[in-house]
């Protein structure tokens, strides 16, 4: 079996199959997200702003926010599993951080889903992750220069 990462930073649940397929359930539902926003932006360019409306709506207010705020609210732990954090709320981390400094923390919506909102506003005052996100090892977050209305 590959070592994965996770394992070997402490972020990935060991010996727990259960808290295991929650950390992959999430972290696989960060995959799809990120697939349907890359696909948005790729749009062409007359209709990028219409898809991405759609995207917004639809994806991210309708799907992927609601979804992950309920994971959260159904562990009470304010983390996506095993009580701590995982791989799993590194990824929310980075698709809520994305999409919030893309389109805006009001036009997503972040602060009606209180759960996620609490765990991206815990996450960014880690330390570490704070001295990442500042860091020049971390991609540029806009992918565009269009904004919505």
Known sequence: ???????????????????????????????????????????????????????????????????????????????????KLTVADLAVFSMVGTVVAEFGAEKTQLATFAELAKHFEMLSKHPNLIEYVESEKRPPVSFNKIRLA
């Open 1 to 83: 079996r590959p070592l994965r990462p996770g394992v070997v930073l402490g972020l990935y649940p060991e010996g727990d199959a259960l808290e295991q397929y929650k950390v992959d359930s999430v972290s696989i539902s960060c995959e799809d997200f990120f697939a349907a926003f890359w696909s948005t932006m790729n749009a062409p360019e007359s209709d990028r702003v219409e898809a991405m409306e759609k995207f917004v709506a639809e994806k991210i207010v309708g799907r992927y926010f609601g979804a992950w705020n309920t994971q959260l609210v159904e562990e009470g732990t304010g983390f996506f599993a095993a009580g």
